[in-house]
């Protein structure tokens, strides 16, 4: 069935680093792509997303190609604030019924 | 715009006991979902509905029932807790490929 692979957390960074986390997906048909956040103590929120190959998904400095070559939607983000650490979590619709299928999450640590 | 509000944001339970977890959202959004999230297991699904009076089987129904008497609300209910079902709870609302996730409960069984 269709799934997602994020890699394992926690990623630990400096400030101003560079930040790349990697999402994998497996999928019949054409998915949306999504990335969501979780800062602490609070409920999910969409950051991304992206509903077709090459695009590319764009906010808050972060951004995420859909690459359907390589099955991947990699997030990535120039330089990092402390105020970004969060928990990211993949995801992806197959489509139709909207539902969501979720990557594990990956816990951002960004040190000052 | 109050999006989608969830009470309690946190609940306390002994083994056996039944709650309600109560989630609203004001967005007339037909969809609404009940989540759990457990360390390391990312998101899953419990019970969804796709509009006032309807309501299916998530990934992990077990345990759990829900009903959908109105578009706003959509509680869930703990039948009998047990030490298994100690976890966050999140209740979304979707607007086509978005959802919208409430602040979660955090609930612990004793």
């Known amino acids: 069935g269709d799934s997602v692979t994020q890699m394992e957390g926690p990623v630990t960074l400096s400030e101003e680093a560079f930040l790349t986390i990697n999402c994998t997906y497996t999928?019949?048909?054409?998915?949306?792509l999504f990335w969501y956040v979780q800062y602490p103590g609070e409920g999910l929120q969409l950051l991304l997303k992206a509903t077709k190959a090459d695009d590319k998904g764009s906010n808050k400095g972060f951004e995420a190609t859909y690459r359907k070559e390589t099955t991947s939607f990699h997030l990535e983000k120039g330089s990092v604030q402390v105020s970004d650490s969060a928990v990211y979590f993949c995801a992806l619709s197959p489509g139709g019924n909207y539902q969501l299928i979720w990557g594990a999450g990956t816990k951002l640590i960004i040190k000052p | 715009n109050a999006g989608v509000t969830q009470t309690p944001k946190f609940q306390v339970l002994k083994t056996g006991q039944s709650m309600t977890l109560q989630c609203a959202q004001d967005m007339n959004h037909e969809y609404m979902s009940w989540y759990r999230q457990d360390p390391g297991m990312g998101l899953r699904l419990i019970h969804y509905s796709v509009g006032a009076g309807i309501t299916d089987q998530g990934e992990v129904p077990n345990g759990y029932n829900v009903s959908r008497s109105t578009t706003e609300d959509f509680p869930l209910r703990l039948l009998s807790a047990a030490p298994s079902q100690t976890s966050v709870y999140f209740c979304a609302s979707r607007a086509r490929d978005t959802q919208y996730f409430g602040p979660g409960t955090r609930l612990t069984v004793l």
């Open positions: 999928a019949t048909g054409y998915p949306s």
